[in-house]
């Protein structure tokens, strides 16, 4: 069974640092692009970030360029993202999810159970 | 940017009754790269289709999907109470990749 589960999320001020961690199992990690999705609270679903099953092609939104970075440990099964710079509109339920493919470009078919990142002084 | 309107916003309908979601694009998409999400409160989304019209793993044959270029239909042939949820496509295929706003489905 696949299982992804994020951690790093909380409560931090606006232009502080974080790290979000997603640890994954069921799969080989290797094998597969991941992406991290946002959710602003009652609000729809953004594209934060993307990286291939290597690691050597990533994707940022415009708005995280220069302030996240998306990384991943294929000997860990870890993917992270580190946040830095927050601002308060970077509110939000962070989703580590799994892509179908090697690429990002099929979308994701395991989600994690989100991981809260609250922006505020 | 590619920007994915769906429509309509809101549908309300009857257990058994077919629903039909519509997401339109911007820009031509490719169809490998169009894929439709179920999200019910306070859950995490879930992968219907993705590229356009292929079932995800365990997705019941009453999901469908199908369309094109800029036109892209979900389609929930019967209607069963569970189906109440939000449903979002989403294009992955161009940067920056986009969601639409989503189409909340009510049973009635």
């Known amino acids: 069974e696949v299982q992804l589960v994020e951690s790093g999320g909380g409560l931090v001020q606006p232009g502080g640092s974080l790290r979000l961690s997603c640890s994954a199992s069921?799969?080989?990690?290797?094998?597969?692009?991941m992406h991290w999705v946002r959710q602003a609270p009652g609000k729809g679903l953004e594209s934060v970030s993307a990286?291939?099953?290597?690691?050597?092609?990533?994707y940022y939104a415009d708005s995280m360029k220069g302030r996240f970075t998306i990384s991943r440990d294929n000997s860990k099964n870890t993917l992270y993202l580190q946040m830095s710079s927050l601002r308060v509109e970077d509110t939000a339920v962070y989703y580590c999810?799994?892509?179908?493919?090697?690429?990002?470009?099929?979308?994701?078919?395991?989600w994690g159970q989100g991981t809260l990142v609250t922006v505020s002084s | 940017e590619i920007v994915l309107t769906q429509s309509p916003g809101t549908l309300s309908l009857s257990p058994g009754e077919r629903a039909t979601l519509s997401c339109r694009a911007s820009?031509?998409?490719?169809?490998?790269?169009l894929a439709w999400y179920q999200q019910k409160p306070g859950q995490a989304p879930r992968l219907l289709i993705h590229?356009?019209?292929s079932r995800a793993t365990a997705i019941p044959d009453r999901f469908s999907g199908s369309g094109s270029g800029t036109d892209f239909t979900l389609t929930i042939s019967r209607l069963e109470p569970e189906d109440s949820a939000v449903y979002f496509c989403?294009?992955?295929?161009?940067?920056?990749?986009?969601f639409g706003g989503g189409t909340k489905v009510e049973i009635k």
């Open positions: 069921g799969f080989t990690f290797s094998n597969y692009a």
């Open positions: 820009q031509r998409v490719s169809s490998s790269y």
């Open positions: 990286i291939s099953s290597g690691g050597g092609s990533t």
């Open positions: 989403q294009q992955c295929g161009s940067s920056p990749l986009t």
């Open positions: 999810v799994k892509a179908v493919s090697s690429g990002w470009y099929s979308g994701g078919d395991h």
């Open positions: 590229g356009a019209s």
